[in-house]
């Protein structure tokens, strides 16, 4: 059980106000707030323990080398990872993805591969594929998705095959909050001897994930939607992957002898993270993980799954309002949608005026958004912060913008 009051009282933001009006954050597929653990956590570092990590002989810098490595340990048990080596601290998801494309699969993937994502993906997890594609004379496939919104795994069981190298994949889509199989596509592709690289930055924050248990080769994540500071992020990867795959950022910190013509490099996972690392980004993760753990994965999703369902109860009773992919059977706590002749950037504005912060646009998934024959949408999405009176409060200032719309009175 989550006694939200205590929780929502740990977000300094979460009592302010937005236009005047008791601040109502519904965007947190964009970036989750800081609870005060992790704001006090990332000051005691830059206060009373700032130094570099691994170079200093000297109290300060062993301490901080301490917590960093122990914050590595604290991200493999959160995912369950073999080993805390396999966990690599990137900038967020998207450094992550490029990464193994880059460093892994562009010297694996040749002419006439097939490169299986969703039409699901956010950029982040199709552009570093299609310049991968592009290189390598590789072929994209999509998974559509079924009448209901959810992944076709009908249509996935064709489409992947023997000539798929690779299945990238969201878990959650941002935009739809549809959950995919990972379970069903992992085997799907080490049945035919592909690898499964899964865009974790929408599952990861909300719901307990197990590498092992969903035999996952590549997953990346980020820390800014789970509460720690935007920055820092995750590229998990099976050890017997990150033994063939390449640094692509080269420089201090990830050596081990330099000549003058040539460099040895240190083991993973040091060897990829090249240059000063996000130190305090780390020890706000590391703070992060540490109240998720006590609240519970496990109450996290239970509690995001009854607000939401509350939510689209509620959100369905609006007269002119189309919600899409209601119908999804496997969903998170993301909602799209859009009120009848208002376009979802005026709504947002209006919305802002009555202290509700939500994302209106193409969220980064255009061909998602073309797919579902839209321009653009309203999304909400909740974090374990986020109450029923949010809800009520939303639907109220829907009502108040349709109004306005209509007859000009707000
Ligand atoms: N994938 C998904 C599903 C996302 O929602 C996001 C963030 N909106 C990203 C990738 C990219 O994350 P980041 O910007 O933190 O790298």
Not at 106 to 113: A, E, F, N, S, T
Not at 139 to 166: H, R, V
Not at 375 to 401: E, G, H, I, M, P
Request: glycine content about 6%; charged content about 20%; hydrophobic content about 40%.
């Amino acid at each position: 059980m989550i006694d939200v009051d205590t929780v929502k009282s740990d977000f300094p933001i979460l009592q302010t106000t937005m236009n005047e009006e008791p601040l109502v954050y519904l965007d947190n597929a964009a970036t989750t707030q800081k609870p005060q653990v992790v704001l006090e956590a990332i000051n005691q570092y830059y206060m009373q323990e700032n130094a570099n990590i691994y170079r200093g002989i000297y109290q300060i810098a062993e301490k901080t080398t301490e917590k960093f490595e122990t914050v590595r340990k604290q991200v493999s048990t959160f995912v369950n990872s073999a080993s805390e080596r396999e966990i690599i601290f990137t900038k967020g998801t998207t450094q992550a993805l490029n990464w193994i494309a880059q460093g892994y699969f562009l010297d694996k993937i040749h002419p006439g591969d097939e490169i299986v994502l969703s039409y699901l993906e956010h950029h982040s997890n199709l552009i570093p594929w299609q310049q991968l594609a592009q290189k390598t004379g590789a072929t994209l496939k999509f998974i559509p998705l079924n009448e209901d919104g959810d992944l076709d795994l009908m249509a996935a069981k064709e489409i992947i095959n023997s000539q798929t190298a690779l299945v990238a994949i969201t878990h959650v889509s941002n935009v739809l909050g549809v959950v995919t199989p990972i379970a069903e596509l992992s085997r799907l592709a080490h049945e035919n001897n592909a690898l499964i690289v899964v865009d974790g930055a929408q599952s990861v924050p909300h719901h307990q994930l197990d590498v092992r248990k969903l035999d996952i080769d590549f997953l990346a994540f980020s820390g800014h939607k789970m509460l720690a500071p935007t920055g820092i992020g995750v590229l998990y990867g099976k050890m017997e992957y990150l033994k063939e795959m390449r640094p692509i950022e080269f420089g201090g910190e990830m050596i081990s002898k330099v000549g003058l013509t040539e460099a040895t490099f240190k083991p993973i996972p040091w060897c990829f993270e090249a240059g000063t690392q996000h130190i305090a980004g780390v020890i706000g993760l590391g703070a992060a993980l540490t109240y998720l753990t006590n609240i519970g994965m496990d109450n996290i999703e239970t509690y995001e799954q009854e607000l939401t369902s509350y939510a689209l109860e509620k959100l369905s009773s609006i007269s002119g309002i189309e919600i899409y992919g209601e119908k999804a059977k496997h969903k998170s706590s993301i909602i799209s949608f859009n009120l009848t002749g208002i376009h979802a950037h005026d709504a947002a504005t209006v919305l802002d005026l009555q202290g509700i912060a939500l994302r209106a646009g193409h969220h980064c998934a255009q061909p998602l958004m073309k797919y579902l024959q839209i321009q653009a949408s309203l999304r909400v999405s909740f974090y374990f912060y986020n109450t029923k009176q949010d809800v009520d409060r939303l639907v109220t200032a829907l009502l108040k913008t349709k109004e306005y719309f209509e007859n000009g009175i707000i």
